[in-house]
């Protein structure tokens, strides 16, 4: 029998605790649970951490074999100094498929010029052809579990796709460009521009004044990874100069996104409050089973947190 410590809200815990045990179960891994403050810490076997959950000291689970998160993003449990277990994030195919969809339909509505049509009733009837996808250039920020699923999606759909991440690699029907050294040329090729990098020190303000000035004309912008990687002031200014036409963000520097926050009442910006790619509960709780029963057989944990990159 295996200790669980869920260090959740009591919502999550509510939501996620029989979900996960029946998929214990279906392993033949038998689990008791309890929400952190109720269990012994030197009891604990497992730790399934959301943002917000209470405990901040991790170093009283002296035989916690692994701190397993609900969210993909870990920007706010990583840094921490008593956490010594084994930090993995999720992957799961809900997020996967979740943040797909976002992207592709943000990605269409830019490259169709839908809003024309929302906006204007009686239309002026005049035709706006949009460029077939395969005269458009999009550029994804991020070719992880969530980039490389969204930016194949585009690929297929005969989009001209450049991806840029921190180590280079080759992606069926697109050009993958890596480093530092190669982002203004991805920013330069990307008419739509869609970010979906996670928060480390080397991303927070990445897409600052200088870097959205080498974007196209006119160039969209989605961001589904973080808030912190857009310098708000600097989106604002590239707005209202005409160089970026459209934002469309889903993640802010705080959130909710405060009522007093320029984004409210820009006409360039379209706000979706963080709902790009959701934790599925059902799927989640087979990727947390499955890493459970990887760690008890001895096999090694999937989607480890490299600490010394910080995702
Ligand atoms: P992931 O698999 O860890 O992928 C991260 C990607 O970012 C990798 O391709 C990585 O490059 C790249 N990267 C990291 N630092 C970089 C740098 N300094 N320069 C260039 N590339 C860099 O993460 P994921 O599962 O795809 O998730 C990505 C992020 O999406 C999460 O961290 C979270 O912030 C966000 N997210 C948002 C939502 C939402 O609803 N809006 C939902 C889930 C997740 P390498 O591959 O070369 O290492």
Known sequence: MIQLLFNVSPDLFAEYRAPILEALRRRN??????????MPPEAVDYIIHA???????????TKARAVLSLWAGVEKIVGNATLTQPLCRMVEDGLRRGMVEWVT?????????????????????????????????????????LGSAAATTLAHLGFRVTGWARRGREIAGMRCLAGADRLPEALA????????????????????????????RGAFILNAGRGSLVDDDALVAALDSG???????DVFRTEPLPADHPFWSHSGVTISPHVAAATRVSSAADAIAENVARSESGAPLLHVVDRTRSY
Request: glycine letters at 8%; zero cysteines.
């Open 51 to 61: 943002t917000g959950g209470p405990v901040v000291d991790f170093s009283v689970f």
């Open 29 to 38: 891994i038998e689990a008791q649970t309890a929400l952190a403050g109720d």
């Open 243 to 249: 160089n970026v036409a459209h934002a469309t963000l």
């Open 189 to 216: 090729a990307a008419e739509i521009l869609v970010s979906i990098l996670p928060e480390t020190p080397d991303t927070i303000d990445l897409l600052n004044a200088e870097r959205l000035a080498l974007l196209p």
């Open 105 to 145: 339909g943000h990605v269409l509505r830019a490259h169709l010029g839908t809003d024309l049509y929302v906006r204007e009733k009686p239309l002026t009837w005049a035709r706006h052809v949009p460029p077939l996808a395969t005269e458009r250039s999009v550029t994804v920020l991020g070719l992880g579990e």
